[in-house]
């Protein structure tokens, strides 16, 4: 009984733990099996070796795939977190229709890629869009076709994404600013801190934890940007706007190359894990020094 | 010492008045071209969605509808009157509605209870444990469709809203988990401690003190969750079929259809449709959604 | 409380239907035409007494649909039936999931050997060979023409009969103002257009061999090269807003005299129908120009191995009213298609079906009936979506004739 009450937490974790254990990592290992053997149309399972991440790394449509996800990843992070701040802290500022404007900040985050999708290839397309509707206002040398352009389409897939999940990093940062002691602020502004000199030196140092969080979720949605992209450009024109998920899941269910696929997630992964485990290892071992 | 402060503040503050008149301006100018960036595409859809065919392929993209043109929301919702192979919103959606509420309820419930446990309770790795918990967020979903369905299968809940239920739960755990352990690790020990103490268990200590004041928190993961799993495609396209399949299945049917003349204003409206109750969610929880990260689950 | 549980009773309720035959269909037609035609099966079956299910996934020619299907054959459930085509039937077959091929006894019965002809059936047929696996249900041709009266007779414009006169033809509309050719660039209508042009410029043997046997010297060889320039010239007859577009809204633009020519198959012809356009009057169809070539895509549907007497049963009944002489009839009528079927009357389809009609016997006699690899009907999937990729890179950036050649002939052999 008393082993039994000691151990309750753990208990209590234990089914997540093993759903998770199965469902999540798990499922990675079955993918890594997968990624050296044959597989095509269906999995198999017979060993074969490292030849499907060759094959992967000889496609030159896999690294245009690649050299997209770091171009879009970058630019998604940077756009969301600055947009983010920024509309956080004029919101900040007593504004009357605060409650107005953050709910239009933040509604694209309720709607599905398919819906995000639709409305934005109109919005984009130069034969329907914003380029004809600023050529029937007068302005007739106006072009912005950056979505039938190949090498600019990967910047309008950054300008859907950036819409869909800034207003989501704007609350999380308005939330952030909301919780910071009222005094902390008084104080600084008696110190003669100028507004601007008031945030970056004093505000935004104190919410380190809020960037983990921003971070976190935004790594999450640039690395699934697969439905925004096949919504948006299906990867087009041409390959150009191909993204990894879009390669993977294109590989896996209509080109039969189960096994290349696989191999295309696990190097996703790798990347991921490469980037995120250290930050997010170094900010729980913060949190746990501090106690 | 304090209110000396206080009235030296509020000197500065009338100090800058004028000052802030001019910078009222330019922050709502840029506020203003904010709003419009995010609200444009919402309109057009809505303004389509009014308009004929006609109107559509003449008009400008952002002028309102010549009279407003019901039909095309009657055809996103009921169909054409197909008996086969019709595509229409009606019954998908409250298949969503159906699979939405349990999947949700799981998972908060669950992500409750294990961020209440890994902060309150903690054990030997539960860093690690949490880790492993935040690093399930980051699985591209496409790479464990096969396996998923293979175990589905061997469960014999494949093909069924019950195992959609299982896969929408599982996948929101690393999710729901991550919030709630966040908030929870800003809530003092000491009541806890205290609770303790008093000889209240773990069960006792989560209903009775720690759920009344998880509000904040739980309207965060719910609309997370409700947002997500509303939202999701790939699942109930892979795990669902016929009839069984959630709204986003339909509305991509009908959006992605490969023949037939595209009708935008039916496209618009279905999307206005199947976007509805998040819409609504985030647009009156949205003051509450705001107030539950603050209270706490921001903070890392 | 109460409605909650209530909500789980009804998600967790078993749905059972007591029908003797049973069938899951999963497809992607899910409008226009296609879903019309579909309720003709709907109905023939269920008047039999069978228990239909429709399970359409839309979206990217089937790709979103491929995502249900895999999963559920992994999960050792897979319906009834699936819209499959091409070499990929016995790739499934090879995979262990097709036998012990339930329709073959009705093919035998019904005497489908006499009525497909053997082209057909021998992509309908699995374990070499040996035992029906799929039912047809139509053939579509690819290397089509799609042109305005309208626009061609006031510029006195002919249909093209070589690729040069379409090359003049689309310089003269372009002088007017007119998009000469409308096109929606995405991966497979890139490929669609591709393989028209590489069976006029190449030749019957030249596809063959390219795109049947896929053979390198072929591929990297310079008739590719020219294949290639004439890509180019068309990329330039097409209008900016071009990439990502839709088949069917590029097929609007032909109706509306925005541009003069589309190359497609001839499923646009359902839209020209629909738009209640006629043939000669309205618009042209014509065939791109080739020595008697002929550009096949069968639709069919397999049939895979399936646990319960009433789903086989359910298998049974669907394949045969998939060969029905009537169902073959109106249900290409609305897809714009010609029967698979050998015998079915030609009276009621429209002058270009039975050109179509006319045209597979020619070819066929000629050598020229070839299968087309854009819509999956030769290849193995790998190395068909390798060569795609090839194609829609080069038709959408400035890429040299000769650095595709050279891509393509590499991209081909790493995919093999």
């Not at chain 2, 330019?26 to 444009?40: D, E, G």
């Not at chain 3, 899910?30 to 579909?38: C, M, N, Q, R």
């Not at chain 3, 359409?56 to 999963?71: H, R, S, Y």
């Not at chain 3, 012990?100 to 002809?117: C, F, H, Q, R």
Request: charged share 15%; proline share 4%.
């Amino acid at each position: 009984m008393f082993w039994l009450k000691r151990n309750l937490p753990r208990i209590v974790i234990a089914p997540s733990f093993g759903v998770i254990a199965w469902f999540v990592y798990g499922f990675i290992f079955w993918t890594i099996y997968v990624s050296f053997t044959k597989s095509k149309l269906l999995p198999q399972y017979q060993f074969w070796g490292l030849d499907q991440y060759y094959r992967l790394w000889s496609m030159p449509r896999w690294h245009i795939a690649v050299e997209n996800l770091f171009i879009f990843t970058i630019l998604f992070i940077i756009l969301c977190v600055l947009i983010g701040i920024i509309l956080a802290i004029l919101l900040d500022q007593k504004i009357r229709a605060e409650g107005f404007l953050r709910t239009i900040y933040l509604y694209p985050m309720a709607l599905s890629f398919i819906v995000t999708g639709t409305a934005w290839r109109w919005m984009l397309n130069p034969t329907l869009g914003l380029e004809k509707f600023a050529q029937d206002l007068g302005f007739s040398s106006f072009t912005f076709d950056w979505l039938v352009t190949p090498g600019m389409s990967i910047y309008t897939i950054v300008i859907a994404g950036v819409w869909q999940s800034s207003g989501f990093i704007m609350a999380i940062f308005l939330a952030g600013l909301r919780s910071i002691d009222d005094e902390i602020i008084k104080a600084a502004k008696i110190d003669g801190a100028g507004l601007i000199s008031l945030y970056t030196k004093i505000i935004l140092p104190m919410m380190r934890p809020v960037f983990m969080s921003a971070i976190v979720i935004l790594v999450h949605l640039a690395i699934k940007s697969y439905d925004l992209v096949i919504a948006l450009t299906a990867g087009g024109p041409g390959i150009s706007s191909d993204m990894p998920a879009v390669f993977m899941t294109q590989m896996a269910f209509h080109r039969s190359e189960i096994g290349l696929a696989s191999a295309s997630a696990i190097m996703m992964f790798l990347t991921v894990s490469a980037i995120v485990v250290p930050y997010l290892y170094s900010e729980l071992k913060r949190e746990d020094d501090r106690k | 010492m304090i209110e000396n402060n206080n009235q030296k503040y509020q000197q500065l503050e009338k100090a800058s008045k004028t000052k802030n008149t001019i910078y009222r301006w330019i922050l709502f100018l840029i506020l203003a071209v904010f709003a419009a960036y995010y609200i444009a595409p919402l309109y057009v859809m809505i303004v389509t969605s009014f308009k004929t065919m006609a109107e559509i392929r003449q008009g400008n993209l952002f002028a309102l509808p010549n009279d407003l043109n019901l039909e095309s929301w009657y055809v996103a919702w009921n169909g054409q009157g197909f008996a086969a192979g019709d595509v229409f919103l009606k019954t998908y959606f409250w298949n969503s509605a159906k699979m939405v509420l349990p999947a949700v309820i799981i998972s908060t419930i669950m992500g409750a209870i294990n961020g209440y446990a890994l902060t309150k309770w903690r054990f030997k790795g539960d860093s690690y444990i949490f880790l492993l918990f935040l690093f399930g967020t980051f699985i591209p979903y496409q790479s464990i469709l096969l396996p998923m369905s293979r175990t589905l299968g061997f469960m014999g809940i494949s093909n069924s809203i019950f195992g959609l239920i299982l896969v929408h739960v599982i996948y929101g755990l690393c999710f729901t988990t991550l919030f709630c352990r966040n908030y929870y690790v800003s809530i003092s020990d000491e009541i806890v401690k205290a609770a303790r103490i008093d000889g209240a268990g773990f069960f006792k200590i989560f209903f009775k003190i720690m759920l009344p004041i998880s509000a904040p928190i739980l309207v965060v993961t719910v609309i997370w969750q409700f947002t997500q799993i509303w939202n999701d495609f790939l699942f109930g396209a892979t795990f669902t079929f016929g009839k069984e399949a959630p709204i986003q299945v339909a509305l991509n049917n009908m959006v992605l259809t490969s023949s037939s003349v595209k009708r935008y204003n039916v496209d618009m409206a279905a999307a206005i449709i199947a976007g509805f109750p998040t819409l609504i969610v985030y647009v009156l929880a949205g003051k509450y959604f705001i107030r539950g990260l603050t209270a706490g689950s921001v903070k890392g | 409380m109460k409605k909650i549980i209530a909500i789980f009773a009804m998600v967790l309720a078993p749905t059972f239907s007591y029908a003797g035959s049973s069938a899951e269909v999963l497809h992607w037609w899910t409008s226009g035409g296609e879903a019309k035609a579909l309720k003709v099966l709907k109905d023939d079956f269920a008047a039999k007494g069978g228990a239909w299910t429709d399970m359409p996934v839309a979206g990217g020619g089937g790709d979103a649909a491929m995502q249900t299907l895999k999963a559920r054959i992994v999960a050792n459930d897979a319906p009834a039936a699936a819209q499959i085509k091409g070499p990929t039937i016995q790739a499934y077959d090879r995979e262990g999931v097709v036998a012990p091929y339930n329709i073959d006894a009705v093919a035998k019965a019904e005497g489908w050997d006499k009525l497909l002809s053997k082209q057909v059936a021998s992509h309908m047929k699995c374990d070499d060979g040996k035992a029906y696996c799929a039912a047809p249900v139509n053939i579509h041709r690819i290397d089509w023409f799609w042109a305005n009266k309208k626009v061609l007779d006031s510029n006195g414009i002919k249909m093209p009969k070589s690729w040069d006169e379409f090359n003049a033809a689309a310089d003269k509309l372009q002088a007017k103002g007119i998009i000469p050719l409308a096109h929606g660039s995405q991966p497979w209508q890139d490929a669609t257009v591709f393989e028209a042009v590489a069976l006029g410029i190449g030749g019957n043997d030249f596809y063959r061999k390219a795109f049947v046997e896929a053979d390198a010297a072929t591929l990297g060889g310079p008739v590719m090269v020219k294949i290639f320039d004439q890509m180019r010239k068309l990329k330039n007859y097409t209008d900016p807003g071009s990439p990502g577009r839709d088949w069917n809204v590029a097929t609007a633009m032909v109706m509306e005299g925005k541009a003069g020519f589309q190359i497609m198959g001839d499923w646009a012809k359902g839209e020209f129908a629909a738009a209640g356009l006629n043939p000669d009057v309205d618009y042209y169809c014509g065939t791109t120009p080739s020595d008697n070539g002929y550009l096949y895509n069968v639709d069919s549907f397999i049939f895979f191995k399936v646990e319960g007497q009433d789903k086989v049963e359910g298998q049974k009944l669907l394949a045969s009213l998939m060969m029905g002489q009537d169902f073959q009839k109106v249900f290409n009528i609305y897809k714009g298609s010609i029967p698979a079927r050998l015998d079915v009357p030609m009276d009621d389809f429209d002058i270009c079906a039975k050109k179509s009609n006319k045209d597979l016997n020619t070819a066929a006699k000629k050598g020229g009936l070839l299968p087309s690899f854009a819509h999956g009907m030769t290849l193995e999937l790998g190395v068909k979506g390798a060569i795609q990729d090839v194609v829609t890179e080069h038709f959408n950036s400035d890429m040299s004739s000769q650095d595709a050649v050279t891509k393509l002939s590499a991209a081909v052999m790493a995919a093999s």
